[in-house]
């Protein structure tokens, strides 16, 4: 029997690609999905999250929030067209409750982040904190990554806004500054180049009668054609080699991100942050079952 990987992934709903992402993981054949929380985790969002974890035979996944109980409208037209109608729901429990709880059931969890930090900083506060770590967000300027490997729009950058670590930047400092056994960083000028098209999901074809989670995310692609941030993120956690990575210590300065070459500063924990994937069809066809 294959060994998987256990996860809990912290998503939101503004951008579609945390619930496709949710979509690949919970039915991942190396990949054991035991817990979501959502930010900030209002109940149309619990409630798009259980229709999809519903489609694909995993409720029994429990799911924490942020915010329990809000009311405010976190989820778009795009998740109403793509998984159909659904009710609004309450978490099972708090984000930071739900993340103990699997931290007590599976001591070596990865945490996969794709939306502000507020919810594993909340974990954090309790005293607990997951051993492996994959941070969809940061900035890897032009001291970390060599000139071949730059995207235009950011040549020349030290450093730049990132969305989820500027959604709760304070959460981000003190989660990036403790040590821990493995913390990987998706920077953005990785995921800007890996927009995910529908010549992609043709490769994945042949499969998605194999999986049930990989047809609903290509469903998904069929409605909208993007850059999949929190996917690649998710794949990444799955198989590290896929990416080049840096030694580094990220930074903030007047809301912009951008990493130190962690060499000159080894009294402080360092991070890995990606610099560049070699193949980006490879990347994607760790999607495949």
């Known amino acids: 029997m294959q060994h998987k990987l256990p996860f809990h992934f912290d998503m939101e709903t503004a951008d579609p690609d945390d619930s496709m992402t949710l979509a690949v993981l919970a039915t991942h054949p190396k990949v054991h999905l035991v817990s979501v929380s959502v930010h900030p985790?209002?109940?149309?969002?619990?409630?798009?999250?259980?229709?999809?974890?519903?489609?694909?035979?995993?409720?029994?996944?429990?799911?924490?929030?942020?915010?329990?109980?809000?009311?405010?409208?976190?989820?778009?037209?795009?998740?109403?067209?793509?998984?159909?109608?659904?009710?609004?729901?309450?978490?099972?429990?708090?984000a930071a409750n739900i993340m103990a709880e699997?931290?007590?059931?599976?001591?070596?969890?990865?945490?996969?982040?794709?939306?502000?930090?507020?919810?594993?900083?909340a974990l954090f506060e309790t005293g607990a904190f997951f051993s492996r770590w994959f941070c969809q967000g940061?900035?890897?300027?032009d001291n970390i990554v060599p000139k071949e490997y730059r995207?235009?729009?950011?040549?020349?950058?030290?450093?730049c806004p990132t969305f989820n670590l500027n959604g709760n930047p304070l959460a981000a400092e003190a989660l990036l500054s403790i040590p821990m056994k493995e913390r990987r960083m998706i920077s953005k000028n990785v995921c800007h180049?890996?927009?995910?098209?529908?010549?992609?999901?043709?490769?994945?074809?042949?499969?998605?009668?194999?999986?049930?989670?990989?047809?609903?995310?290509?469903?998904?692609?069929?409605?909208?054609e993007k850059a999949l941030h929190d996917t690649v993120a998710a794949?990444?956690?799955?198989?590290?080699?896929?990416?080049?990575?840096?030694?580094?210590?990220?930074?903030?300065?007047?809301?912009?991100?951008?990493?130190?070459?962690?060499?000159?500063?080894?009294?402080?924990?360092?991070?890995?942050?990606?610099?560049?994937?070699?193949?980006?069809t490879d990347l994607w066809m760790v999607i495949k079952p």
């Open 193 to 224: 180049g890996a927009v995910f098209t529908k010549a992609d999901a043709e490769l994945l074809v042949p499969f998605r009668n194999h999986n049930k989670g990989l047809r609903l995310f290509l469903d998904a692609v069929e409605l909208k």
């Open 102 to 121: 699997t931290l007590r059931q599976f001591p070596e969890c990865t945490l996969l982040s794709g939306a502000a930090l507020t919810n594993p900083h």
């Open 235 to 280: 794949l990444l956690a799955i198989d590290p080699s896929k990416a080049l990575w840096a030694e580094v210590i990220p930074y903030r300065k007047r809301g912009e991100w951008g990493c130190l070459e962690a060499e000159k500063y080894p009294e402080r924990p360092a991070s890995l942050i990606t610099t560049y994937i070699p193949d980006l």
């Open 41 to 94: 985790g209002g109940t149309d969002q619990i409630g798009v999250v259980r229709r999809i974890l519903q489609i694909l035979d995993r409720e029994d996944i429990r799911i924490g929030a942020g915010i329990p109980k809000s009311v405010a409208n976190r989820v778009s037209d795009f998740h109403r067209k793509w998984v159909g109608k659904f009710e609004h729901s309450e978490a099972d429990e708090t």
């Open 138 to 141: 940061g900035f890897a300027g």
């Open 151 to 159: 995207l235009e729009k950011f040549d020349g950058k030290l450093t």
